[in-house]
């Protein structure tokens, strides 16, 4: 079993900066062969893929957050990190922590598996205003 639970969303201004944490736990030691991404949902749209990285430390983001936004992780810990730099109010949604055991990378990720992967937090807010 895994669990993802995600912390640090908030209410900021725009311009602001917010670094969201994602722990996981794995039972069967898995964790490193993941690919992880952050995922966010604005009520009434599909989940959009904003940053992944992959075991080889390989990342991929959203073309919207480039720049903008950094994703890292600490595999001693089992932790997933999002950095938000610069936020804007479109940025406001509930963000999601996300482990897929598809081992084709950070780029497969966003593309195809943003909405299909394995695992899921429960997310955590962000919400960004003018």
């Known amino acids: 079993q895994v669990h993802l639970a995600e912390s640090g969303g908030g209410s900021v201004q725009a311009g602001g900066s917010l670094r969201l944490s994602c722990t996981v736990s794995?039972?069967?030691?898995?964790?490193?062969?993941?690919?992880m991404g952050w995922v966010r949902q604005v009520p009434g749209k599909e989940r959009e893929g904003v940053a992944a990285?992959?075991?080889?430390?390989?990342?991929s983001y959203a073309d919207s957050v480039k720049g903008r936004f950094t994703i890292s992780q600490d595999n001693a810990n089992q932790a997933l990190y999002l950095q938000m730099n610069s936020l804007q109010p479109e940025d406001t949604a509930m963000y999601y922590c996300?482990?897929?055991?598809?081992?084709?990378?950070?780029?497969?990720?966003?593309?195809?598996?943003?909405?299909?992967?394995?695992?899921w937090g429960h997310g955590t807010q962000v919400t960004v205003s003018s």
């Open positions: 996300a482990a897929d055991r598809s081992p084709w990378g950070a780029t497969w990720f966003l593309t195809y598996r943003q909405r299909l992967a394995d695992y």
């Open positions: 794995d039972a069967r030691g898995a964790y490193g062969r993941y690919c």
């Open positions: 990285i992959d075991h080889t430390g390989t990342t």
